[in-house]
């Protein structure tokens, strides 16, 4: 059972553009929902993070949009820039992170110049 | 350094063989937990630790897979009899446990591991 859908499975968004990544969970129990992206050879280095509390949290030209009664959540990048190109994978976890965490499939970022 | 470190960074195996990886975690980190990536089955969470309790193991796909920490601190994740399907990277991450914010993971670079 795959407890946290991610979609798109890839995008391509032109320089300057919005890219957005959309999740959905099963367990009403998860209350912590994280975004990972990933470089090649490298590890998942945490971008932003939301409890279910809030509705939206933004960092810089990243922003997590929260939907608890739809138990979905979504990443926006505003101005996409060609670094943010990566693998971006979101996630979600109980005990606010102290459990393992669940993550979705991954979203394949390319940006264009 | 100060991150997560893991070695070695790439193991190549042969199918049956024992193999062992080691995680060295951000000092002062009480949480570790071992991950396992893979192109049919992505990001899936294995086992983790915090401190001197017993260990989750709810994400181990089998017996073959153990893993310890010693002295909390640095841990090392066994797989017995490996088989093709366990070819994969390896990621190890640690967290701070802190009580105020929520429990960022920090991971390490992986152990690219491959069972011929």
């Known amino acids: 059972q795959q407890q946290v859908k991610q979609s798109p499975q890839s995008l391509i968004v032109q320089k300057g553009g919005i890219s957005i990544i959309n999740c959905a969970y099963e367990n009403t129990a998860f209350d912590y929902f994280p975004w990972y992206q990933q470089f090649p050879g490298k590890g998942p280095a945490l971008l932003i993070a939301?409890?279910?509390?809030?509705s939206e949290k933004k960092e810089g030209r990243f922003t997590i949009s929260f939907n608890k009664s739809a138990k979905q959540f979504s990443l926006h990048i505003m101005d996409s820039q060609p670094g943010d190109s990566a693998t971006y994978f979101c996630a979600a976890s109980m005990r606010g992170g102290a459990d393992g965490l669940t993550f979705g499939k991954g979203t394949h970022l390319i940006i264009q110049p | 350094g100060a991150g997560v470190s893991q070695s070695p960074s790439n193991k190549v195996t042969e199918k049956g063989k024992d193999v062992e990886l080691r995680c060295d975690p951000i000092s002062g980190h009480t949480a570790l937990y071992w991950y396992r990536q893979s192109l049919g089955q992505g990001l899936e969470f294995l086992i983790y630790f915090q401190g001197n309790s017993a260990p989750d193991k709810s994400g181990l796909p089998s017996d073959r897979f153990s893993a310890e920490r010693t002295g909390g601190s640095v841990s090392t994740l066994t797989i017995q009899r490996t088989q093709q399907e366990d070819s994969a990277v390896y990621l190890c991450a640690s967290s701070a446990r802190g009580a105020v914010s929520y429990n960022e993971q920090f991971f390490g670079p992986g152990t690219r591991l491959t069972v011929l």
């Open positions: 939301i409890r279910p509390d809030v």
